[in-house]
């Protein structure tokens, strides 16, 4: 959708679960932002209490799940219901800057071939004491992003409608969903690093945060990312090696030894795929 000045909708999407205390902040930097054709889509992920947005903002609506699906299909079902052409998330605990469409936005106008833009996001302790989690100029290829697992942070992107056309988040994911997403995303569009800070991303220990260690989960949910990006990985030897070993390493600590063979085996490229897993 395009509005009467030519200015492109953005449609920015947060979902969240029993973080009533955290969400007011995320909710705010969008409709505070400086760039003004927005629209926002709340996704409750079967909170305990339902998700009520604050009066008065008809750029801000509510879509409820009354079973929880998870942030990935919540993610997907809120980019289903936008109507921007140029969409973007935002975790619940995070926040934007006031600046962060405008300059992503207008980089994409003026970059007709670039279909995803992502920027800096600081990341902020429970002292508030903030870091850049990039470095000021960042170096971005497809292959550095797969190599590092992913840099893209999900609050620092803003993508065309047709990057979600073709690749959406995958509902099995619990986790590392944004690296699959992302890293696809890479290998299928054309996307560009801009210079600048554009979002907080809060790390400050909570227990909820998907941040902390649960090697079950983990293994798991990296398996999946093994497997869907396996065409990527068989054309690439260096990354192969590190995702397979991570896996590998994973499934030791999980002590499923078999699939720790398996995931090694791959990783040194004696076998195509992995063995001794289980979906």
Request: with cysteine; aromatic share 8%; net charge positive.
């Amino acid at each position: 959708m395009v509005d009467n000045e030519g200015s492109a909708l953005v449609s920015v999407v947060i979902t969240t679960k029993n973080r009533a205390s955290l969400l007011p902040r995320a909710v705010r930097s969008v409709l505070d932002q400086t760039y003004p054709h927005l629209e926002l889509i709340v996704v409750d992920d079967g909170s305990d209490v339902p998700v009520v947005l604050p009066d008065g903002d008809p750029r801000a609506r509510l879509i409820r799940n009354e079973v929880s699906k998870g942030v990935s299909e919540s993610r997907n079902a809120g980019f289903r219901a936008s109507r921007g052409q140029l969409l973007c998330m935002l975790d619940d605990d995070d926040w934007y800057l006031s600046g962060k469409l405008e300059q992503q936005a207008n980089y994409l106008r003026e970059h007709a071939e670039v279909d995803l833009v992502f920027s800096r996001v600081c990341i902020e302790d429970e002292t508030g004491a903030r870091r850049e989690f990039l470095p000021v100029d960042h170096v971005h290829s497809p292959e550095i992003n797969l190599f590092a697992f992913n840099v893209i942070h999900p609050s620092s992107a803003l993508f065309r409608r047709k990057v979600f056309d073709r690749v959406q988040f995958d509902p099995r994911l619990r986790k590392y969903e944004d690296m699959l997403f992302f890293n696809r995303v890479c290998f299928t569009f054309q996307t560009a690093f801009l210079s600048a800070d554009v979002a907080i991303w809060m790390q400050d220990g909570r227990p909820d945060q998907l941040s902390r260690v649960d090697y079950a989960k983990n293994l798991s949910n990296f398996r999946i990312v093994c497997q869907e990006l396996g065409d990527v990985l068989k054309s690439n030897p260096a990354a192969r090696r590190r995702y397979f070993g991570r896996l590998a390493v994973q499934a030791v600590r999980c002590r499923r030894i078999v699939e720790a063979m398996g995931a090694a085996a791959a990783a040194l490229g004696i076998v195509p795929g992995i063995r001794g897993t289980r979906k």
